[in-house]
């Protein structure tokens, strides 16, 4: 069998069996052998961030690799910004980019780049597969080094004809290594602060916020009353009614030190020690308030539940108290703003939702509004890079077939990756998005303010707004093949989502916002 | 005055006086300064890829640089893809790309990553400025390295604070440095090969594409029986009625061989030695005949016009004879092919029109049937790098007021940078865009028969091909304030783009093909 033939047969027999796509003539003996390979599940995407982002909300629903196959330095280009994301998730990603021929690459023909520069930028592990015979071992490296842990984009670099040429064998991929074990002095460190009297918290992040281990942790907070943090940008939270709920670092870093201020001991769960997302000129880039001593009770990447375990045998015992706030009624009508849109959502959220949100500025008061909402996902911007609601949401959708996903997606953000909508379509995914059209850059108005620069004229001012003309989300979600409408009231907004996420398929609703 | 301020100054005086963008908030210093400089036109694009494929557009039409504004790693990341056809084009931009303060960058925030990596994959000069009193004279090295010769892109990166601080004066860059002198060895290698019996031929790009070497080179073919050949992707080829036509190569190996086939010797005048665009199994990636001598009469960024003289004078007088081929009728009506859709172009293009051709499959027969048109320049894909048509047409627009630009733009490149659309109807660009929508990665589909990978069964087309469901190009130029229409006759599409042609501002043609 040919090289092709072999990565995909390896691919399938590491458990990755979904591949998110957008090939070119170097990957055409890989798209010819899906046909050999019916447990490969293939799904195309017009544009390359949507087959990165997609493999990071897959790997975020699934906790396994999807494959995402490109096409040269310029595919993979494409493909960074969602891939930073994925890596800034810790997610698994098997990103898989063609190359030219071996010996066609010292030609230097209209398409050759420096690929494995392109990859460091992303990548924890690359590798260029030189030999058909050894592509199915280094498939299964990159599988490998993907699930890590922590889980990281691992990057193979598959030259045309290695890809064609015949004499490769199928592989069977070790399973993922463990974690590595816990550190005991780690634990016994965090306990004796945790034992003191002085204010303390967790601050948590990846594998601890799934469910079982806010569980976890919320037991630990009510036994020492040390606060349970979460970082800005978790991966994936498990949250809404009966679920241990931490608060979340707020982006701006005036409000994250606020939150921080006071704190004695800081005991960092699979989360890193904080910073602000930007520096601002005479504002301080680290958040952690001076005379607290940050413990780093589980690294990303080390077992988060065994470290949780090991610290409750160390501390008196707690119950875990979730907290039970309402469900908020539907906004009462009117214009919509940020409060209604947070309303809308709370009302109306679906038990088992996956909520991708890159709602930005407009979509402050939602996660608030659905804190008593049933229980769900909840999947946020953990790199910075705008463009991932959509794509995200494709690949959730892909790996959690019966939950609806609801993609919150600011206007401007959605314009980078929009493509996303036509794989939605095509496969008719459970996907509702709901656009937070404020018309303008509203997060740069602010930032434009934060840095210090002067108010900006009307020529800058003009760099920052959607308007002039403005976008019609509608046209373009019909334009791909979804289904599409536009709020301009409250009350439409709470029909139109109602029906939007309670049909089967994608839709799109158009929520313009005027305060 | 702060570092923005004075690099926008900087950039200004030394002839960059547009700036393409798209920035976050590392750059709201220089956003902020645009009100201080009002010499510099920004123009804002939905995204990164827009932003670099219209500074490559301007460049080519205006023949210098333009900036084009990205945030951190990511921004650039987006803006790869165009940014590697502008290398290949030896376009000249200044990228200026924002990051971190630099106090920040240890801390691993979450945008974070390895720009100076990204950067080289496209650029052939990277500086990372580090001192406010130092980024004017950064500024002033960007711009006269992207000038060249040959013309390339620069890659300024601008920590924030370095943009903030006050301090900075800025300068007056010096003049881009001369051509080097013409190499007396080659010019009369070159002579002798072509006033030998044998037969030869010139092989054409970049500045020796433009109307008066086009003519300098027609005389010198005419006088030696040398045939005249142009790359397969020109930069820019000004062309048609009155012009002498190079007959370019093609882009399959097999046809280009036929081209080449017989020859013994090739004269290089601002082109490399030709190889083909992808390997083949069994096919040589070499495109030059066995025992053809290859003379680089003056490779890319030496002077063409005085090697071309210098040439003239070694060798008999001839006299240029353009072809005058008949400019052809409208279509007779029917559906739209190939054919229909080359004599609808051929019989409306305007004089001095600047064609944007991302036309791929469907638009094969457009350039022969504009070959008797008035005169016109024809921009192609020069890198391979699939979404530089609409992005293209957007910038050579900014470069060329009073002249109209015409993108040919196939359905699967288009959806890589639709976002173009938007900046084309905010700054009401002249731009008449033509989607050919054949439904289909229709390349991809005769590469895959071309590279040997089997036929493809159901799962493989499904991957190449654009329906299900279908994309609706008028809604979404409608979306982004364009005005669209679609022809499914031929008919149809000659009132249309009569229409688009003529009426001032932004309009889309999607034509729907059928065979």
Known sequence: MNGAQALLRTLVAGGVDACFMNPGTSEMHFVAALDDVPEMRPVLGLFEGVVTGAADGYARMAARPAAALLHLGPGLGNGIANLHNARRAASPVVAIVGDHATYHKPLDAPLESDIDALASNVSSWVRRSLKTSELPGDAAAAIAAAYGPPGQVATLIVPADVSWSKGAAPLEPRLPRAAPPVREEAITAAAAALRSEAPAAFLIGGDACSAENLARLG???????????????????????????????????????????????????????????????????????????????????????????????????????????????????????????????????????????????????????????????????????????????????????????????????????????????????????????????????????????????????????LTGPELDFVHLAEAMGVPASRATTADELVDQLQAALFTPGPSLVEAVITR
């Open 219 to 465: 037991a630990l907070a009510a036994a020492t009353g040390a606060r349970l943090l979460c970082e800005t940008f978790p991966a994936r939270l498990q949250r809404g009614a009966g679920r241990v709920a931490p608060e979340r670092l707020a982006y701006l870093g005036e409000m994250a030190s606020t939150q921080l201020d006071g704190l004695a001991h800081l005991v960092l769960v699979g989360a890193k020690s904080p910073v602000s997302f930007f520096a601002y000129p005479g504002k301080p880039s680290e958040l952690v308030p001076a005379g607290c001593e940050v413990h780093s009770l589980c690294p990303p990447g080390e077992q988060v539940a065994a470290a949780l375990e090991a610290l409750t045998a160390l501390l008196p015992e707690g119950t875990a108290e979730p907290a039970a706030p309402e469900r908020p009624a539907p906004p009462a009508g009117g214009e919509i703003g940020a409060v209604e849109l947070g309303l809308a959502v709370g009302a109306l959220l679906p038990e088992e939702a996956v909520v991708v949100d890159e709602a930005n500025v407009s979509g402050l008061f939602i996660p608030g509004a659905t804190a008593g909402c049933p229980p769900h996902d909840w999947l946020t911007l953990t790199g910075g890079s705008i463009g991932m609601g959509l794509p995200l949401a494709t690949g959730a959708a892909v790996a959690s077939p019966g939950r609806r996903v609801l993609a919150l997606e600011a206007d401007g953000s959605a314009m980078y990756t929009a493509q996303a909508l036509w794989t939605m379509a095509r496969e008719q995914l459970d996907v509702t998005t709901v656009i937070l059209a404020n018309r303008s850059y509203a997060i740069l108005n602010m930032e434009l303010q934060r840095v210090g620069a002067a108010a900006g004229g009307e020529r800058a001012r003009r760099m920052l707004d």
